[in-house]
Nanobody, 119 residues
Framework: VQLQASGGGLVQAGGYLRLSCVAS????????MGWFRQAPGKEREFVAT????????AYADSVKGRFTIVRDSAKEKGYLQMNSLKPEDTAVYYC?????????????WGKGTHVTVSS
């Protein structure tokens, strides 16, 4: 499985971005999909995850109410809609898929996409 994340960029505080994650190589429809981020000098942290069935999504407290994770109907693409961005959201964002909806359960990781939020 290869995952390609895109959509990062430079945005002012209060702005928005939509990150995309496209899977290839084999189907990921039965995997949970998640977004994680790593800021300079910090450990990778959980941002959001959506169950393979799309019945449940979970968010880090720091992004709850601002970010939304969705998948397309074929479940081969995922998106992270990020609204009301803050400078502390600046990080490299990674998408991943796996058998458990947490960082330890993610089996395949994509290369990150950079998000920079200016104040």
């Amino acid at each position: 499985v290869q995952l390609q994340a895109s959509g990062g960029g430079l945005v002012q505080a209060g702005g928005y971005l939509r990150l995309s994650c496209v899977a290839s190589g084999r189907t990921v429809s039965n995997y949970h999909m998640g977004w994680f981020r790593q800021a300079p000098g910090k450990e990778r942290e959980f941002v959001a995850t959506i169950w393979w069935s799309e019945s449940t999504a979970a968010y880090a407290d720091s992004v709850k109410g601002r970010f939304t994770i969705v998948r397309d109907s074929a479940k081969e693409k995922g998106y992270l809609q990020m609204n009301s961005l803050k400078p502390e959201d600046t990080a490299v964002y990674y998408c991943a898929v796996g058998t458990s909806p947490n960082v330890h359960g993610m089996r395949y990781w994509g290369k990150g996409t950079h998000v920079t939020v200016s104040s």
